[in-house]
């Protein structure tokens, strides 16, 4: 019997040594949240008390820290941010935050109670699964265009991402397109295009949150277009290539550990004049038709990231 009783003494001793090692380690909100007031009237324990009432709890999990910075030029700006270890989790501003003292530091101290909440609820349940760390990005999304080949294109694009310190990366994509029938005004027949082209662009890939980031890339496509006529006194092929500044705005959301869905609208210019012509029998040219000053492309797909 004292055998059993010892022993079963054994195992509390060990499954209680075994819970305090799973026990995430505690940090005070003293050693939690940091503050530099800047102009602002932010007093960092009155800050504290706030975050202490909302949550009803003086301590958080050790590996979060909370950064609150006032403006040094306006005492009614404020932001902050909170990581765990060296990931950033949220952030927020307050621009401007609420003239009062005592309501700043309660708007203030309710804000980042709620991320604190967060997460821990993410830790517990599983949150939206952050943007991974990975240098490269592989990509590849079904795209539209409109004037950048005459009238409407549709086709795929595949790109590969460099990521630079934050917030910037290397883009290079390929694209091709195909387009309908198009025709030319004084002159009976049609053409189709099908179309190829190589982007290079630098991008700034801002974060908004943990899940979420912007795209804004800027840089130089080169392209190449077949157009091959249909019912003309003369029906050929051409090839014609040009160079255009590539612009595009878009946005990725982190849908999976190394994926996420990405949307872009995009504008191209052409750096020169783009004509395709109609010839007669005797090599005249009878009828021109410019390609537009600039046109869009909007594309959706995902990219992984490694």
Known sequence: MRRWASLGATLLLVFRAEAAAAAPALRSLHDTIHVTPGATCIDDEALRE???????ADAVEGDLRVEVEGSSRDERFVSFRMWRGAALLAERRFAPGPADCAQLHAVLGLAIAL???VSLRDELFGGP???????????AAASTEWNVVPGVAGGAVVWLERTLPEPFALHVGLSAVAGGGAKF?????????ASVALEAAACAVPSFGTAVRGRLCSGLEA??????????SVSKDAVLDWFSISNSLGVSVAIAQK????G?????????????AVVDTSGRVVETRDLAPAGGVLSLGGAYEF
């Not at 392209?223 to 003309?232: I, K, M, V, Y």
């Not at 872009?264 to 395709?276: C, D, K, S």
């Open 50 to 56: 706030q975050v202490r009432s909302w949550l009803d």
């Open 115 to 117: 991320a604190l909440k």
């Open 129 to 139: 699964s952050p943007r991974s760390s990975g240098a490269w990005s592989l990509g």
């Open 185 to 193: 005004e004084h002159v009976s027949g049609d053409f189709t295009t």
């Open 223 to 232: 392209r190449a277009l077949f157009a091959s006529g249909n019912g003309f």
């Open 259 to 262: 994926w996420s869905l990405v």
């Open 264 to 276: 872009v609208v995009g504008l191209v210019v052409p750096l020169q004049r783009v004509q395709i």
